[in-house]
């Protein structure tokens, strides 16, 4: 058996050398035997001498200050704090002056402590042809973005920030490969993106390029290629323009703050395009973009948005256990009884959902039909319902184009869909085919088509014609459940037109204006009686009639069955 410090077997008192082997090697002496000699047990076979130019110390290998650090790693730390916010004073008090946060601080404020890792930390701008590698590490950290992934609400998450105070937040060739990097990421491992999206769009003046448009850059394309595929959620707060707004467009929802403005193209593109000198402020504020359905939520400041960053991405987690809800006998006087008049249907989203957790989008555009994620009984859903305060619950174009969006976002991530239904249909006439209501409506129903996600409808008054059979995913037997309240009507169009038209020659013919009007009446009473609730249950044109009270079980019990 060998042991440390011999070279040879023992054999009767004498080392026999292993086959190839020198019977003492050293390093640092020449050896005094030779292979085949035998040697007495006490001779000399070898002199060691120490070379004081290699040998080491025990301070070389275990240094008393285990807090000591190296010069290389004492640049490493220096090239990461340049970086971070407390190195840049100047630039974080500006940014506060403004009323915003710095990229790092919405990042913070989003994630779970501690569970940050960063990406591309340490790159600066490609730009070394023209200025100083020390000017470039001082000035352009990060090359104006951070990019990570992290945990939010302990689920992992892929996160983006441009910094609007590195070179205005533009996308340069560094700026860009971090960005694809970490789009492969999330597409790899399927990782919600947030995606904090401030910035003035492409970065002119980089040097260390062989490029000459950069219209190869395959950034913009994995973005739109992750759409559908992974939740994505945009923030704006400040200037979003160019390449950063495309970026933020491709996203299920952008969130904006006051104050932001955000458009395809900068004041400086505008401009250089011969269509005159525009502020920031006016390029797409957010009178306009709400207005247009561009913005989905809009919020004060960087924390309301972050928190609704934080909120969205919640929907897309599993059931959550220990919801409340309001009492929910007030949904029995809802509806007002008189079936002429008008009322705001948000209470009852709000009385149906899990108490705070319904979050309304595009408030301010399509208003004719409300779209929101809420959760019942702890399950995320999506609520789409009609406004009679808008065109007394008439579709029109615009909110067709929401519905249909929002059914397609509901789809592609896999959230139910209960559609309350209040609506005598489209809306029709010279005015609205201007609108392209022909496609636009038509689109709905193709979304309500191709939904495999589970759909409930809930009549809660009107449900007349081509509009609530669009609510209904294209017809009453489409959904999984078709229920009505007690105030439910039913017909192939709104129950006075139908009477108008169906007997206008029986009403001309009625000379005296007090008794037409009475005959009228009474047609549309028993056009009534005719389509109610109960009587398109008895037809079993739709499930049940239901107590307003029962909704939020009846509900969650048919959401239930889909496993």
């Keep these: 058996m060998r042991g440390q410090g011999h070279c040879g077997v023992q054999v009767g008192g004498l080392e026999q050398q292993e086959p190839g082997e020198d019977l003492l090697a050293s390093a640092n002496g020449p050896s005094l035997v030779s292979a085949g000699e035998v040697v007495g047990a006490a001779a000399l076979v070898a002199v060691v001498e120490q070379d004081d130019q290699t040998t080491a110390t025990t301070e070389d290998v275990v240094p008393t200050d285990l807090d000591h650090r190296r010069p290389d790693l004492a640049e490493v730390d220096r090239r990461h704090q340049i970086g971070l916010d407390e190195a840049r004073p100047r630039a974080v008090e500006k940014r506060h002056g403004a009323g915003r946060w710095t990229a790092r601080e919405s990042i913070a404020a989003l994630v779970d402590a501690d569970t940050l890792t960063e990406y591309g930390a340490l790159t600066i701008a490609a730009q070394r042809r023209r200025r100083t590698l020390e000017d470039l590490v001082e000035r352009t950290p990060a090359d104006g973005l951070v990019t990570a992934t992290a945990r939010v609400a302990d689920r992992p998450v892929a996160v983006m920030s441009y910094d609007y105070t590195v070179l205005a937040g533009t996308q340069g060739i560094q700026n860009h490969r971090k960005t694809d990097r970490l789009l492969e990421l999330v597409h790899r491992r399927r990782l919600p993106l947030v995606l904090f999206?401030?910035?003035?769009?492409?970065?002119?003046?980089?040097?260390?390029?062989?490029?000459?448009?950069?219209l190869d850059v395959?950034?913009?394309?994995?973005?739109?290629?992750?759409?559908g595929r992974v939740p994505m959620v945009a923030v704006v707060s400040g200037w979003c323009f160019a390449g950063n707004a495309a970026l933020a467009g491709a996203c299920d929802v952008i969130i904006a703050t006051r104050g932001s403005s955000l458009g395809m193209g900068g004041p400086a593109m505008i401009e250089g395009g011969g269509l005159g000198a525009v502020a920031p402020a006016d390029v797409g504020p957010m009178d306009v973009q709400v207005a247009n359905g561009v913005v989905d939520v809009l919020v004060e400041d960087d924390a309301a948005a972050v928190e609704t960053a934080r909120r969205?991405?919640?929907?897309?987690t599993h059931p959550r256990t220990g919801w409340e809800c309001s009492d929910q006998r007030s949904l029995r006087s809802?509806?007002?009884?008189?079936?002429l008049r008008t009322y705001d249907v948000r209470p009852v989203l709000e009385t149906i959902a899990d108490t705070g957790s319904l979050l309304e989008l595009r408030s301010g555009f399509g208003t004719g039909i409300l779209t929101a994620l809420a959760r019942i009984e702890g399950r995320a859903v999506g609520i789409v319902a009609n406004n009679s305060l808008h065109l007394g619950g008439a579709i029109d174009a615009d909110a067709s184009d929401k519905a249909t969006r929002f059914l397609q976002l509901c789809q592609t991530h896999g959230l139910p869909v209960v559609s309350l239904c209040d609506t005598p249909g489209f809306m029709v006439g010279p005015d609205a085919e201007r609108g392209g209501t022909v496609r636009r409506f038509s689109a709905m129903f193709t979304a309500g088509a191709r939904l495999t996600v589970p759909l409930c409808v809930v009549v809660l008054r009107k449900g007349y014609g081509l509009g609530a059979m669009a609510m209904a995913g294209g017809d009453l037997k489409a959904p999984v459940l078709t229920v009505s309240w007690p105030t439910g009507e039913f017909g192939g169009m709104g129950l006075e037109g139908g009477v108008r038209l169906g007997f206008r020659t029986e009403l001309e013919a009625i000379d005296d204006l007090d008794a037409r009007r009475a005959r009228y009446d009474e047609l549309v009473a028993e056009a009534y009686e005719r389509g109610k609730g109960l009587s398109a249950a008895a037809a079993?044109?739709?499930?049940?009639?239901i107590d307003p009270a029962d909704t939020r079980a009846t509900l969650a019990r048919a959401l239930a069955t889909d496993t």
């Design 197 to 214: 999206a401030e910035g003035g769009g492409g970065r002119p003046g980089e040097t260390d390029t062989t490029a000459v448009a950069q």
């Design 218 to 227: 395959p950034t913009f394309r994995m973005a739109a290629a992750l759409s």
């Design 312 to 316: 969205y991405l919640h929907y897309f």
């Design 334 to 339: 809802a509806v007002p009884e008189n079936r």
């Design 540 to 545: 079993f044109e739709i499930d049940d009639v």
